[in-house]
Nanobody, 115 residues
Framework: QVQLVESGGGLVQPGGSLRLSCATS????????MNWFRQAPGKEREFVAV???????TGYADSVKGRFTISRDVKRTVYLQMNSLKPEDTAIYYC?????????WGQGTQVTVSS
């Protein structure tokens, strides 16, 4: 059974940093494309970043490029390092994977950027 559990969100001032984690079970993260999405109040869920299977690289939304970095450990956890945070980064952040024909999502972790 695939499970994704996000953590690491919180309240941070503009310009600050947070590191989100996505702990997984039932999959090996290095063999799959792992994604981060986010959803701000009143807006649709949007893509943030991807780390591709087997060392095929990473990709980012233009709005976070140069500020966010996605990474993973060998088997179970995916990270999102977020630097130079802006108020418009405020959202619930979700980990996502497409595996054996199904989309899997975590419960999300709230990130609030405010002074």
């Amino acid at each position: 059974q695939v499970q994704l559990v996000e953590s690491g969100g919180g309240l941070v001032q503009p310009g600050g940093s947070l590191r989100l984690s996505c702990a997984t079970s039932g999959i090996v993260v290095s063999s799959l494309h792992m994604n981060w999405f986010r959803q701000a109040p009143g807006k649709e869920r949007e893509f943030v970043a991807v780390i591709r299977a087997g060392g095929s690289g990473t990709g980012y939304a233009d709005s976070v490029k140069g500020r966010f970095t996605i990474s993973r450990d060998v088997k179970r956890t995916v990270y999102l390092q977020m630097n130079s945070l802006k108020p418009e980064d405020t959202a619930i952040y979700y980990c996502n994977v497409f595996y054996r024909g199904n989309q899997y999502w975590g419960q999300g972790t709230q990130v609030t950027v405010s002074s």
